[in-house]
């Protein structure tokens, strides 16, 4: 049963990890939570995997990323439609 959790495990990572590489540049809110929360998950994932609860780390992970990704992409959108109005 162990090598089987384990083997689960490292497949979750894999397909959060290539996740995060495609959603890396995110250039608004959806994108920006989407990446955050492919990353949180991946950091509750490692977290919880050292305390014997993945899934609780990675769901959690995942939805503090995808609230953090959320607020950074709008931000940033913000910030390059303020730039574009002011230096055309």
């Known amino acids: 049963m162990r090598g089987t959790r384990s083997g689960m495990g490292r497949a979750a990572l894999g397909l959060v990890t290539a996740g995060a590489v ?3 540049g995110c250039n608004n809110a ?27 780390g990675a769901a959690i992970g995942a939805i503090g990323g995808a609230v953090a990704g959320g607020v950074i992409g709008d931000q940033n959108q913000r910030n390059r439609e303020n730039s574009q109005k002011y230096y055309r």
């Open 30 to 56: 959806g994108e920006g939570a989407l990446s955050g929360a492919a990353l949180g998950a991946l950091g509750g994932l490692a977290i919880g995997s050292l305390t014997g609860s993945a899934g609780k």
């Open 22 to 24: 495609v959603m890396s």
